[in-house]
């Protein structure tokens, strides 16, 4: 439904509690389609301690630019998906945005709930409520078996224990769950969340039985309402500009690493 959607904008709020550390960021999403491409625009501001960041990842379909300031200095990355799509068609490969690796901004919105898709077995779903009274179905997704072996410290033991690898082996900054909450009455994905079970030595009756490291919303969503082509390109100005399509290549194992 997300990727049959001519168009898609919407504010964007994010948390994260990982490690120790909590970051929250609040911006704008937008995507629009552009032929057989997807345009994509993601502006985050992030307060990081006292100090605020802005994140910016804009894709025009022909690069995608990744971009990061802070005290008005800042780096930005760039990489050349034309380049990236002509090597995929010499080996034979798909050419779309999603799927062409997990950077983020490729394929924007559509890719992510792919990843979902793929990554997670759904395994329940009920109605409730986010927040602002928007009646949303949750669904709760744990990992497939080989996705979750492949995370293992040591990926092929655990493929060849003949026993599944469990979550508690899982490294502390990777979710034990992902939820995602879809509206009742349009399925559009509101909020995705990342949830980790809570060791039973932090545990207390009656109290939460797991933390949220991730938090996504999506609210103040408009579909079909077309934008200027100019809110999708990107100049990198005076800050220090890195490309980085080679190493995209190789870990998409397109050029043989030096």
């Known amino acids: 439904m997300v990727e049959g959607c001519p168009s ?8 994260v509690d990982l490690l120790g550390k909590h970051l929250v960021g609040a911006g704008e999403y937008l995507e629009q389609r552009a032929g057989q491409s997807r345009m994509f625009r993601l502006e985050l501001r992030v307060q990081v301690g006292d100090e605020p960041r802005t994140l910016l990842h804009v894709c025009d379909g022909r690069y995608l630019w990744r971009c990061e300031s802070y005290r008005d200095k800042g780096t930005a990355e760039r990489i050349d998906l034309a380049r990236v799509s002509r090597a995929r068609e010499e080996r034979g490969g798909p050419t779309q945005l999603g799927d062409m690796g997990e950077w983020t901004g490729l394929g924007g919105l559509p ?33 497939k078996a080989d996705r979750l072996a492949a995370l293992m410290p040591d990926p092929e033991a655990a ?19 992902a939820l995602v909450f879809l509206g009742r009455d349009d399925l559009f994905p509101f909020r995705i969340e990342y949830r980790r079970r809570l060791p039973p030595s932090s545990l207390r009756p009656d109290g939460p039985t797991e933390s949220t490291m991730v938090t996504m919303d999506l609210f103040e969503v408009s579909l079909h309402v077309p934008f200027n082509p100019s809110r999708f390109t990107f100049s990198p100005g005076n800050l220090t500009y890195f490309n ?15």
């Not at 980085?244 to 030096?258: D, H, V």
């Open 8 to 15: 898609i904008a919407a504010k964007t709020r994010q948390s």
């Open 159 to 177: 493929r060849g224990s003949g026993s599944p690898p469990t979550l508690d082996e899982l490294p502390q900054h990777l979710p034990h769950f």
């Open 244 to 258: 980085q399509t080679e190493r995209f290549l190789e870990q998409l194992g397109l050029k043989k690493k030096p």
């Open 111 to 143: 890719k992510l709930l792919r990843n979902l898709r793929d990554w997670f077995q759904f395994i329940s779903a009920h109605e409730t409520m986010l927040p602002d009274r928007t009646p949303v179905v949750c669904l709760r997704g744990q990992w």
